[in-house]
C-alpha cells in the first residue's frame, strides 16, 4: 500500500524557515517524481516544486526559486523541502504527491500525482 505522510508544517514569521518532509512508503522513490503542491485561501493549487530522483531534474515554480530548496535525505525513503524567507502569502496547506512521470514530462502540472500525502498546513504571520 502506497502512503505518502507530510510533516513539519507550523507557524513561522515572516522572514523565517520551515522544513517539510514527505515520508514515502510503498513505491520505489527511484521510480517516480515528487511533487511539492500547495492550496490556500484564494490560492489556486500551485505546483511548487517538483524533482526527479533517477535524473535529478527540478522544477521550481518562480515563487519557491532561490527560497525553497528540495532533497532527499540520506539512506531515508523522504523527500524535504527547505524553505527560507517565508512570506505571508507563502501560507497555505503543503501536499507530497507522487507521479510516474518525469519531471521533464509533467512539467508539475496540475494533473500531477497518482499518489497525495493528507498535507501539512504552513502559516506565515506575525
Known amino acids: 500500500q502506497v502512503q505518502l505522510v507530510e510533516s513539519g508544517g507550523g507557524l513561522v ?3 523565517g ?3 517539510l518532509s514527505c515520508a514515502a512508503s510503498g513505491l520505489p522513490l527511484d521510480d517516480y517524481t515528487i511533487g511539492w503542491f500547495r492550496e490556500g485561501p484564494g490560492m489556486d493549487r ?3 516544486v517538483c524533482f526527479t ?5 527540478t522544477y521550481y515554480a518562480d515563487s519557491a526559486k532561490g527560497r525553497f530548496t528540495v532533497f532527499r535525505d540520506n539512506g531515508r525513503n523522504t523527500i524535504s523541502l527547505q524553505m527560507d524567507g517565508l512570506k505571508p502569502e507563502d501560507t497555505a496547506t503543503y501536499y507530497c504527491a507522487a ?3 518525469s519531471t521533464a514530462e509533467s512539467q508539475c502540472d496540475l494533473v500531477f500525482g497518482d499518489y497525495w500525502g493528507p498535507g501539512t ?3 506565515v504571520s506575525s
Do not use: A
Not at 530522483?53 to 531534474?57: F, I, R, T
Open 13 to 15: 514569521q515572516p522572514g
Open 17 to 19: 524557515s520551515l522544513r
Open 46 to 48: 500551485e505546483g511548487v
Open 53 to 57: 530522483l533517477s535524473d535529478g531534474d
Open 99 to 101: 507521479d510516474g512521470r
Open 121 to 123: 498546513q504552513v502559516t
